[in-house]
């Protein structure tokens, strides 16, 4: 399964790149340099610490050697333009002195860029210009997950909303599941009836049904949108010891499921930056049905 930035053009990664880095750098220590003037100067960003950003994203699928020629070109071209374009630039970029030159691509694939990155440094350091520090200027090539929060920023505005479909979950894998998963069942199957009563069954096949489709969700959100993933996952670990905490004080019935449910629906909501309405409720119920299931905190009916 690809992720998000895997399925960008050229001109939408340049896009989506622009989106993260002015979120990451705050919009007045960013700038973007317009190409339709004359040419971009070889550099499509740079910020208030001297950092000049160029995008590249190069062909899907070819081979390493290929790849590796692909970036070291772009490398290697792009950087004459700072000499070339010496004049032009400084008189731009004003009083910032530049530390670094970063090449951002959607995949950092081999190391052998590394060294290659650190040759082309010292040629730049040898032109002697006169923008940029030669005691500390730096050639790097990065990717997106450099700056997970603009990464993740980027995401929810490029993409509108992350909404990732909740599958139906068929009587036949529910019991399939609880033949496989007997500890958890038991604890749904305890641990209900508990809070609702003996005539519990709906529940138990509610929670059930949003256990599967939980799992299979949050399997899909960790592929595609790992940071994503780790936030939601840090929401849900202050839940859970949020509930720990008021089982201590709170009668074990509906009325304590449904605060459950509440709580978990205004702390997942700061998510709907990021994620379509649908999805974000959808946490609310789910992890609870994960919590019944898998936490070891049991309840006295």
């Not at 499509?44 to 190069?58: A, K, N, S």
């Not at 333009?81 to 090449?103: G, R």
């Not at 350091?125 to 005691?135: F, G, K, R, S, W």
């Not at 709906?202 to 960790?222: A, H, S, V």
Request: glycine share 4%; with cysteine; charged share 30%.
């Amino acid at each position: 399964m690809s992720s998000f930035v895997d399925n960008l053009s050229p001109k939408e990664w340049e896009a989506f790149c622009e989106i993260m880095l002015r979120q990451h750098y705050g919009a007045k220590n960013f700038w973007s340099v317009p190409d339709d003037d004359g040419g971009d100067l070889g550099l499509e960003f740079y910020t208030i610490d001297g950092t000049l950003f160029q995008c590249y994203c190069p062909d899907k699928g070819v081979d390493m050697a290929s790849y590796k020629k692909k970036i070291q070109k772009k490398i290697r071209e792009d950087l004459k333009k700072l000499k070339t374009n010496e004049i032009k630039i400084a008189k731009m970029i004003d009083d910032v002195t530049v530390h670094q030159w970063v090449l951002l691509t959607p995949e950092f694939k081999s190391k052998d860029l590394i060294g290659y990155c650190n040759t082309k440094k010292r040629e730049v350091i040898a032109e002697n210009i006169t923008y940029i520090n030669n005691d500390e200027f730096l050639v790097k090539v990065e990717t997106a997950d450099s700056y997970p929060d603009g990464k993740l920023y980027a995401q929810g505005v490029y993409s509108k909303a992350i909404d990732i479909p909740l599958l139906s979950i068929s009587e036949v894998e529910k019991d399939a599941w609880k033949d496989g998963n007997t500890e958890f069942s038991g604890n749904v199957v305890r641990k209900s009836v508990a809070l609702m009563g003996e005539s519990s069954e709906g529940f138990q096949n509610e929670i059930f049904t949003k256990y599967i489709q939980m799992e299979k969700f949050l399997d899909q959100l960790r592929e595609e949108h790992p940071d994503l993933y780790e936030m939601i996952e840090d929401t849900a670990r202050a839940q859970l010891e949020n509930m720990r905490e008021d089982a201590f004080f709170s009668a074990k019935d509906k009325g304590f499921v449904k605060s459950i449910v509440d709580d978990n629906k205004s702390a997942f909501s700061k998510h709907s930056e990021f994620m379509s309405e649908k999805n974000v409720q959808s946490l609310s119920f789910g992890y609870l049905s994960k919590w019944l299931a898998q936490c070891y905190m049991d309840f006295e009916s």
